[in-house]
């Protein structure tokens, strides 16, 4: 029987306004799991209301108290730890055991570091002579938006809202209406653990309905949102006309440079990991590596081999490394882009698309694929596939191989492989990207700034970033020496 899914507004669960429904189903088997509102202006209206009503004393509440809220919540997502496990496998169709490395465990972290950052925030001041001294206040925004994609589920919902939470700002989270069940549940945590009413309120549906909706809002002061660089580029457009602030994590192309003097071994598994993680569908993962001409005969060798090691199967079996992806519409965009790749260049593995019984046209399954000699022009090579794809090219000469890389429209993360520190600073600085790693992947310290460049994203989040942009600065000048 498919689960009703309802918005949680000032504190509790209801329904929507309307009868507009849509059916949540599972990339595992095709079947029906869920049943999302489809909420309107009226549901916002509600939302928006309960928000403004809780703004005052949120703000009030101390930093300790918002933060015990966000630890209680965390205890009850560890409770429930093995719950949500599944339902986020089953629900966005990657592996069980990625969602109890990662997307659980760190949904529980951001809620604790967040928590944690709230207590420890505090103020800046600075004295002029004997005479003044000014003191630096970081008031909460009041309403926000939290806008979270289907990727990561629970792990940007928590991402997004527990920093502005932690930071005194009343809160309107919309996730993704593909894979909004773990954050449907997560709302029943909040009810258990006592948050006070209208401090954070769900609203679930589709972007271009309910998602329009609260970025034109003129109460809601600012939007947080991670998704497409075109869904980015229309909230920005759009938020601009209330003087909101934004922050935008868009789309990535990421370059994989891997030099002959890398620590081979660890640079292997780590790019089969970095390209293949959560089918792909991260938007950090390395699309386009980069292999010095000495090293590419072998590590192409190498890559293809250790890449069909991967198992492909049941994202509930323990044993699988690449489960579905997120769904047939989104399977179709991937094998659009395999077809370009099969007529452009050299498709090295991706044919068992054809031969392996777990993959077919009927289901969300893709084999991992690796594509060799193909055009840094080519629609592959430039567009964010988010999918189980990669091309692998050769380089010669760090210059051109930097225009290369800053060409791109994307500019979110890069991986350098390479003993050569000075050699690997040099690059990170010259780079055009938020993130470089230096022979390491997706090693998070939520101290750090996070965000990208150009196509890729606004602003930054994480540390104290997202603390400037949940509050507002004011400052105080005392004369103390008035005579």
Not at 170 to 199: D, H, N, Q, R
Not at 282 to 292: A, E, R, Y
């Amino acid at each position: 029987m498919s689960h009703i899914i309802r918005n949680y507004i000032n504190g509790k669960l209801q329904d929507h306004c309307h009868k507009k429904t849509i059916d949540i189903i599972s990339p595992i088997d095709s079947k029906k799991i869920a049943i999302c509102p489809e909420s309107e202006e009226k549901d916002l209206q509600m939302a928006v209301e309960a928000a403004q009503n809780a703004c005052q004393d949120w703000k009030d509440t101390l930093a300790d108290k918002r933060a015990s809220y966000l630890n209680n919540i965390a205890d009850l997502l560890e409770r429930d730890f093995n719950f949500f496990c599944n339902l986020e496998s089953l629900d966005t169709g990657k592996p069980k055991s990625l969602c109890e490395k990662i997307d659980i465990p760190r949904s529980i972290q951001n809620l604790r570091f967040f928590a944690s950052l709230a207590v420890g925030d505090s103020s800046k001041s600075h004295q002029m002579g004997n005479k003044y001294i000014n003191y630096t206040l970081k008031n909460p925004l009041g309403i926000v938006a939290c806008i979270s994609p289907w990727n990561l589920p629970l792990y940007l919902f928590t991402w997004k809202i527990a920093p502005a939470l932690a930071m005194g700002n009343t809160v309107i989270a919309k996730p993704s209406e593909i894979t909004p069940c773990t954050s449907a549940y997560f709302s029943s945590l909040c009810i258990e653990a006592g948050l006070p009413k209208g401090v954070l309120n769900v609203l679930h549906g589709s972007g271009s309905s309910i998602g329009m909706s609260i970025v034109k809002s003129p109460k809601i002061k600012a939007i947080s949102f991670t998704g497409s660089t075109k869904t980015g580029k229309l909230i920005k457009k759009e938020a601009a006309k209330t003087l909101k602030k934004v922050s935008l994590e868009m789309g990535g192309k990421n370059p994989v440079i891997i030099f002959d003097d890398c620590n081979y071994k660890k640079m292997l598994e780590t790019t089969v990991r970095s390209s293949f993680t959560n089918q792909g569908q991260i938007c950090l993962s390395g699309s386009n590596i980069f292999v010095h001409h000495k090293l590419y005969s072998q590590f192409k060798k190498d890559f293809i081999k250790k890449t069909e090691k991967l198992i492909v199967g049941d994202p509930l079996d323990i044993s699988t490394d690449i489960g579905c992806v997120v769904s047939k519409e989104h399977k179709s965009k991937i094998m659009s882009y395999i077809e370009i790749a099969n007529k452009e260049g050299v498709l090295l593995l991706g044919r068992k698309n054809l031969e392996n019984k777990v993959v077919d046209e009927n289901n969300c399954f893709v084999w991992p694929t690796i594509i060799d000699d193909i055009s840094l022009e080519s629609e592959v090579c430039k567009n964010e596939i988010f999918g189980p794809v990669v091309a692998i090219h050769s380089f010669k000469n760090e210059n051109s191989l930097l225009d290369d890389i800053n060409n791109s429209k994307y500019g979110l993360a890069s991986v350098i492989w390479t003993s050569n520190i000075s050699r690997a600073h040099s690059l990170s600085e010259k780079i055009n990207c938020g993130i470089v790693w230096i022979n390491c992947w997706m090693v998070r310290d939520l101290r750090t700034p996070f965000g990208g460049n150009k196509d890729s994203g606004f602003g930054r989040e994480g540390g104290e970033e997202v603390v400037n942009f949940y509050t507002e600065s004011k400052n105080v000048c005392i004369d103390y020496n008035e005579e």
